[in-house]
């Protein structure tokens, strides 16, 4: 199945539900609006449960494929309006703004909109009518990895800054570049699994959960 071009009736589960309402500073609330209109787009405040990031949309789909074919996996992932919007760890934004202002990475990667703590988002609707328009700038938008759990696994800074490297890079330089992380400090998730795991970065120490240094990838 192609998540990006499958068309049914696209819903979020009740446990996800639970998980997105928890971003609001009114839970219940959220849940009853979800309840009268659960085809209605939804804005909730980042930074408590939940950092986004949101990129052009063909990129977005770029990085998701490398997530996906080379990484960890992903955790919830929406599309709204063209963009692309990978749902992270909170905190996420602020450090890959950081990782990004870095020369090494800026020339390399397009600019990304990383909405952390004090920023709010609009989401898609927690049900999708079928044939809802999926063109940029029209519809609700739509959940490309739907919130299925209470406690999704985001990933974090280095994760995401790991991805957009070598998808901006093209698939030459991937070829020439490592697969993925070294395995001394890779964890033990199937690559396509986004369930729940020990919350470290796929870069962590063994043992200790700080993060190995994101190796940079050669040069094309």
Same mark, same amino acid.
């Given at each position: 199945m192609d #998540?990006?071009?499958?068309q049914?009736?696209e819903?979020?589960?009740v446990?996800?539900?639970?998980?997105? &309402?928890?971003?609001?500073e009114?839970p219940s609330?959220?849940?009853?609006?979800?309840?009268s209109?659960?085809?209605a787009?939804?804005?909730? !405040?980042?930074?408590r449960?939940?950092?986004?990031i =949101?990129m !052009?949309?063909?990129?977005?789909?770029?990085v998701?494929?490398?997530?996906w074919? =080379?990484?960890?996996?992903?955790? /919830?992932?929406?599309?709204?309006?063209? %963009?692309?919007?990978?749902f992270?760890?909170?905190?996420a934004?602020?450090?890959?703004?950081t990782?990004? &202002?870095?020369?090494e990475?800026?020339?390399?990667? /397009?600019?990304l909109?990383?909405?952390? &703590?004090?920023d709010?988002?609009?989401?898609?609707?927690?049900? %999708?009518?079928?044939?809802?328009?999926?063109?940029?700038?029209?519809?609700?938008? %739509?959940? #490309?990895?739907?919130p299925?759990?209470?406690e999704?696994?985001?990933p974090?800074?280095?994760?995401?800054?790991?991805?957009c490297?070598?998808?901006?890079?093209?698939?030459a330089?991937?070829?020439a570049?490592?697969?993925? !992380?070294?395995?001394?400090?890779q964890?033990?998730? /199937?690559?396509?699994?986004?369930?729940?795991?020990?919350?470290?970065?796929?870069?962590s120490?063994?043992?200790?959960? &700080?993060?190995?240094?994101?190796? /940079?990838? !050669?040069?094309?």
């Amino acid at each position: 199945m192609d #998540i990006w071009t499958y068309q049914s009736v696209e819903y979020v589960t009740v446990a996800g539900e639970a998980w997105l &309402a928890s971003a609001s500073e009114y839970p219940s609330s959220m849940r009853a609006l979800w309840e009268s209109r659960p085809w209605a787009p939804s804005v909730l !405040p980042c930074g408590r449960v939940f950092d986004v990031i =949101s990129m !052009p949309s063909l990129f977005g789909r770029k990085v998701l494929d490398e997530l996906w074919a =080379s990484g960890p996996g992903c955790g /919830p992932v929406a599309l709204y309006r063209g %963009r692309t919007l990978v749902f992270v760890q909170p905190g996420a934004a602020a450090r890959l703004r950081t990782l990004l &202002a870095w020369e090494e990475w800026a020339r390399e990667v /397009p600019p990304l909109l990383c909405h952390g &703590a004090g920023d709010a988002v609009t989401v898609p609707p927690v049900q %999708r009518m079928v044939d809802a328009p999926d063109s940029p700038g029209q519809g609700a938008g %739509r959940w #490309i990895v739907a919130p299925d759990t209470r406690e999704p696994w985001l990933p974090g800074a280095p994760t995401v800054l790991w991805a957009c490297v070598r998808a901006s890079r093209g698939p030459a330089a991937v070829a020439a570049a490592p697969p993925r !992380p070294p395995a001394h400090a890779q964890l033990s998730v /199937p690559p396509r699994s986004r369930s729940p795991h020990t919350g470290r970065e796929p870069w962590s120490s063994a043992g200790t959960g &700080a993060e190995s240094p994101l190796e /940079p990838l !050669p040069s094309a």
